[in-house]
């Protein structure tokens, strides 16, 4: 080993010892001895009714040809948008997310030949009122006619994040409760918190499936359940042991 090559590896050295003592040092002066703590899970879930619903709604039509199959696929869509304007769905709560065109093809004699035009178009519809989802869902279907398409329907609430912090509360209790009771168990003394780690997420709620297709007479509002979903919160907690020499 070359001289400059040893005088680089004694600085690297030194450089994590010094590091290595600086970390000590920290550790020493918070007062934090983790081997001396308590750490436990909490857990806090608040169900409630869903507020909001999104509903992907079309439709799709077939015909000889490409301007019969848009002109029926518009006036279908004319009927489903005043339908919903009529159930007081605002206009910014419907917006476009699939539109296609494409023709049909009937093969023989391995020779590919149209045998018509499919036009669909879908919109996803957010539904604030969700008391009245399933009478929507009928008027809807009814207006669309047999070229009326559902893609499913979702639950959601508006505001989750008032549930979540009725949630958080609850899994905050929680731990403590854990924590205080091992702190009881094991005959020491429960001191400061020293950590909080938090995980949060929403039970989704999902109606109608994919692709269903309903008659136009057909009814749908007594099948149509929200039900419930849960706001769960999760902490990881951790308390510091007193020291009873203190």
Known sequence: ?????????????AAILVLASACFETSVEDG????RSISVTGT????????????????????????????????????????????????GDVRTVDF???????????????TGYVFSN??????????????????????GGDAVRFGGISFAHADPGALAE????????DARAKAEQLAELTGVTLG??????????????????????FAADDSFGASIQPGTSAVVVTVQAAWEIEDESD
């Not at 806090?44 to 019969?68: H, L, M, Q, S, Y």
């Not at 938090?198 to 269903?212: D, I, K, N």
């Open 44 to 91: 806090g879930e608040v169900r409630a009714e869903p507020d909001i619903a999104t509903v992907n709604t079309g439709v799709e039509v077939r015909a000889d040809t490409v301007a019969a199959a848009r002109a029926g696929a518009a006036e279908a869509s004319n009927a489903i948008i005043a339908t919903l304007r009529a159930h007081g769905v605002e206009e």
């Open 1 to 13: 080993m070359t001289r400059s090559r040893m005088v680089a590896a004694l600085v690297a050295v």
């Open 166 to 173: 009725e949630a958080r509360e609850l899994a905050i209790a």
């Open 122 to 143: 879908t919109v996803q519809v957010t539904v604030r009122d969700v008391e009245g989802i399933g009478e929507l869902i009928d008027a809807i279907a009814v207006a």
């Open 192 to 213: 400061s918190i020293i950590t909080v780690v938090e995980t949060s997420w929403a039970a989704p709620l999902v109606g109608l499936g994919p692709r269903a297709e």
């Open 100 to 114: 296609y065109v494409y023709p049909e093809y009937h093969y023989r004699d391995e020779t590919p030949r149209v």
């Open 32 to 35: 934090i001895d983790d081997s």
